[in-house]
């Protein structure tokens, strides 16, 4: 099997994802200030930028892994899948992040759903492995320092949160930023393998 | 005609029906805890949990059958649009399954849903089968024996809700994990192919 | 410039309308029996139905036009979006048909609407016609008798609702029957070219 | 990397942005007449209707951009997203506009998520360059004179927000006609090309 539908398919999820957020934000029930829109969209907007970094790094991060494999299975189909249910989560509970003003609880499971994006992320590169393309995304990827370090930090966001809420958001942000750098392995793999040829 | 079109109108359809249902789910109005999380959204993530499955099942099985099929004509392109209209339902099915709590009606309808959908399967095969990639579509499907299977199970699960609700859920958790094996016949026949040439 | 975007754009809004009506159905708010369902829902589901089948056709339609034309302008690609735009409007007028359980006002709109979406069709493929493609196209389509009667039906229909509201929704069905025999004009044309050469 | 994948999420994203604009008008709460509906919907239509012409204009420009670009990189993908998200925003500020009945504030933030959008474009324009694709682009645009006018009268309409409301809305109604007229330059380019070739 190609793996272009796999990668349409994901498009479209994302794109909704990263976009449907948006309709959730409160509007200003009273008055038409820039204060009030504030005060009631506020929170609900840096949340907002947040997720939407967030599945930003994820597309890039898909749409980099793809590059590399070109055929799938149906054990790689469904690590996806599984991918996409736990971000397709993130609407939810940034909305109640944003509608609680960033409480404890909230915080915490907000940490919870990227840290269970994350280890589908895992997953799904483990079974990518098993297939034909595997060596290639193994040769690619090397070693998986900012893999194995986001989860790290997603636990520690969580510790925090149970300390001062806003605190727990502190880690998911700079993994955000760690990550924000593009994945450059792949681009110089491709390269790599360019030269070679 | 060939089918890519229709495969990428199919992707976008299933694409928003898996994602939008989580715009649907409740959130506490009082209260930030995780027991009233669950209160509020509980039964709500676990029906979604069921229907993002049941979508994805179809996404992947779709995906599977128009990997042999490249051309199509109007007939299987109704016939898809058909099998669309019957999945664009289950937002719908599943928000009335949640809000009342998985009552009697909203399980039988819900199961009704799920047995139209696979009765437009059913016919959207049938429609396959009568273009020139049919032969080699009944080639790779064989005995179709878990598409025999579901709509018996979903008829057993309408007859379960009528005793206990909740009961009536099981025979299409059943279909779920029997369909979340991966439809091999389709990628057997693909290496078969490949072998013979 | 290559026609494939305008396609893969046009699916995904087309995708969009076509799903978003059920997210405006409306569930009982008390009571879980099918009656209650249904009368909540029911007007919803039969005009979501209607609306349903109208997206397709344009869906198929567009799907038939861009099979023969492969290459577009800006002009194009504007009334390709002015098209989009009126079918962006169903589900707006298809909600307050439906809140209105078929009222004069809202049958007349959605009369409107369905025309509006109509003459845009009509346009595009004039806007067509004077591109390179536009001569295999007018061959394709030859008399465009479906495509005259539509608009015609649309007023009637419109008439109607000034009579009895509900009896304005008979056109737009007639028409919605008469499209849903899909157009073989350009299947046989694309059969005949492969003949030819 | 190539390109296929962000031109098509690219889609996706606005074809969310460009169709969900309609669930946010409101129909009349009571009442079914046109006129009722007019008062409920219109602002909302206007404001709709120009929000509907600013997403296609964006994505009329971008078709046109990568039309020259083949081949991107990680600076590119997330000019790509930085673009996205102010686009992402307009529902949102266009649904406070019209809940507003055009007031001044909601006005003013209106503006600047277009002075936002068209600042996100130029920079996205800027990593192109670049590219290794920067010098084809670079050489199809010429003079951006459309892109250098645009932010001004932006301000322009800001400013003029703060004395009559809706008089800030005029500037951006010029750039959205400006632009209407399709962008020639990339078109112009590619026949040039062809006929050099």
Redesign the interface.
Known sequence: ?QSN?????S??????????M????K?PEHG???RQ?WDS?GVGLLTY?LS?VYV?IY??NH??L??VVRSV???V??AN?HL??WL??V??TQ??LD??SI????T??YGVNLLGAAVAYYVLQRAIFRTPSGDALRDALGRDLKGILSPILYLIGIGLAFITPWLGLVPPIIVALIW?V???RV?RY?ARQDGAA
């Open positions: 099997m539908r796999l990668e349409a398919f498009d479209g999820v994302l794109a909704i994802i990263i976009t449907i948006v309709l959730e934000l509007l038409d200030t820039i829109f969209a930028l939407f930003g597309w890039s749409h980099h793809f590059q299975n149906g054990a189909l469904w899948l996409l249910f397709s989560l609407p939810l909305r109640w509608e609680s409480a404890r609880d909230p915490v499971v924000l593009p994945d450059r681009e491709l």
